[in-house]
């Protein structure tokens, strides 16, 4: 029994590093826990997010794209899923609890920098958030800004600010 266990072990160790190698990313089966809010700081389109982490890390999605947020909303409130929600984002990373965040949390994007919050990216994220917590039952507590994990400007302060509130709702 523990030869066959060993042997799974191996095929499993053989199967990431294959994976690795092919720099794809599959769904894991555990759902996800949490949400992390984000911003890209700088207005930048889900296109140019993209190519960006495509440049960066490579790593294709089941969904076919390399954007490292599990969604990405733009200034006029549009929705791109970019990774399935229980698929390994790369969008957080904190030193105290190494891989968490990555592999049990959403991570939605916003475009947008300091000053700019549209009312249509307010309208998508409020649906997103009420619309993804009821699906895996995460609490209102396990909903975060990326600063909220680690010192950081992102989500910028409208966008932290309306986190926060939304916290507090029933
Ligand atoms: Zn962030």
Redesign the pocket.
Same mark, same amino acid.
């Given at each position: 029994m523990n030869k066959l266990l060993e042997r799974l072990r191996l095929l499993l160790l053989k199967l990431q590093i294959l994976l690795l190698k092919a720099k794809v990313t599959i769904p894991n089966l555990d759902n996800p826990k949490a949400i992390?809010v984000?911003?890209d700081?700088a207005g930048n389109s889900f296109d140019s997010v993209n190519n960006w982490h495509k440049q960066k890390w490579g790593f294709k999605s089941s969904l076919g794209f390399f954007c490292g947020y599990h969604y990405f909303i733009e200034f006029d409130g549009r929705v791109i899923q970019a990774r399935e929600d229980n698929e390994e984002g790369a969008? &957080?990373v904190d030193p105290r609890r190494p891989g968490f965040w990555n592999k049990n949390s959403i991570g939605i994007?916003l475009q947008g920098d300091n000053s700019k919050f549209t009312p249509a990216q307010e309208g998508s994220l409020l649906w997103l958030l009420d619309n993804r917590k009821t699906e895996y039952s995460i609490d209102n507590s396990a909903i975060y800004t990326?600063k909220d994990i680690k010192t950081?400007d &992102?989500?910028g302060t409208k966008i932290d600010t309306y986190i926060k509130g939304y916290r507090k709702r029933a």
């Open positions: 992390v984000h911003y700081g969008h &957080c994007c990326h950081t &992102c989500p």
